[in-house]
């Protein structure tokens, strides 16, 4: 499983499976009926946390664009120190988190 909903009984348990095995942990929380928030987490590995932040805020980017979207809560997203949360389309939100689970795990083992 490469995600998991923030209210899922099983969430401690997928946590814990990722820690063991070095998996990126990504969790989906709604936000209303038109969005969700991806998080994720890879503070416990040796990876510079900056790079991956900037190259997600870039990827980030270029879908906000992609789509047009421009909702007020979006830009907040902008203001992290670290770019571990996105906002995304509901439609889009499982999709994504598939990928930027490929994509972290890419990174975490090369």
């Given amino acids: 499983m490469k995600f998991i909903y923030k209210n899922d009984e099983t969430k401690d348990l997928h946590w814990k499976l990722c820690e063991k095995n070095h998996f990126p942990f990504i969790e989906l929380n709604n ?5 969700i928030n991806i998080f994720y987490d890879i503070t416990n590995y040796h990876i510079s946390l900056e790079e991956i932040s900037d190259d997600i805020k870039d990827l980030y980017s270029t879908y906000i664009k992609f789509c047009m979207l421009s909702d007020p809560i979006i830009q907040e997203t902008y203001d992290q120190y670290y770019f571990f949360n996105l906002i995304v389309k509901r439609e ?14 890419f990174k975490l083992n090369n």
């Fill in 92 to 105: 889009h939100a499982e999709f994504l988190a598939e990928k930027l689970y490929d994509y972290l795990f």
């Fill in 31 to 35: 936000i209303n009926d038109e969005y």
